[in-house]
């Protein structure tokens, strides 16, 4: 018997009193993939990713994680499944007063399940992860660059050692050598620690680098599922735009797909 699908989402329908957002969406991720979700303004990307991690609930549809519905059984069911997962925001959501180190030991001691001792080690652990240096646990947020922010973020969200790793415009924000370094510290962790990623992007040299499949929400669903070499040949009016304007052609040029 297969594995089940580590994120599925069935029928997933979301609307905001009469805008309606997704209708009939199906997705499903297997174990191991990196998928990306791209879409124009408005399409409902991070809507999708907030409904994946539970922060928001869908009008209808099932959202299911590691083959389980993401709200069935009892609390601690349910926070057990949660560890399962992290989650780095669009603008790295550190808590500005707590420390670099204190933020990636929040989760930690948030479920008390570890001693000091040990989340110190942790928190030096999870630095090196990101290419971070021990002394950068002692800074507050404000004395960090975007690049920084994102990367002591990223720490945070491996501290309990997930399984799936969703980010939210990773790369936004950052300039090109610091997006390119960032891309690559994901997709060498992906390797490394067998995750599961989903992320939202809107940038093509982040797509062309990273993603195994590219999930792209038009139409109110998912109207393509596939590879970056298959969703160039979708003949759809979105897919052509995004990935045939002046600022796609660019980038697939860069990754030598044009």
Known sequence: MSAAPVVSLQGIATRFGSNIVHERLDLDVEAGEIVALVGGSGSGKTTLLRHIIGLTRPSSGSVRLFGEGLQDGPMRTRMARQRRFGVLFQHGALFSALSVGENIAFPLRELDIATDAEVRDLI???????????????????????????????????????????????????????????????????????????????????????????????????VSFAPMEDTLQVDHPFIQRFFRGEHGRRALRRNGLA
């Open 124 to 222: 030096a652990l999870k630095l090196a992860m990101v290419e971070m240096a021990p002394e950068h646990a002692h800074l507050m947020p404000a004395e960090l660059s975007g690049g920084m922010v994102k990367r002591a973020a990223l720490a945070r969200a491996l501290a309990l050692e997930p399984e799936l790793l969703l980010l939210d415009e990773p790369t936004a924000g950052l300039d090109p050598d610091r997006s390119a370094s960032f891309v690559e510290l994901i997709r060498s962790l992906h390797r490394q620690l067998g995750l599961t990623v989903v992320l939202v992007t809107h940038d093509v040299d982040t797509l062309a680098a990273l993603a195994s499949k590219i999930a792209v929400l038009a139409d109110r669903r998912i």
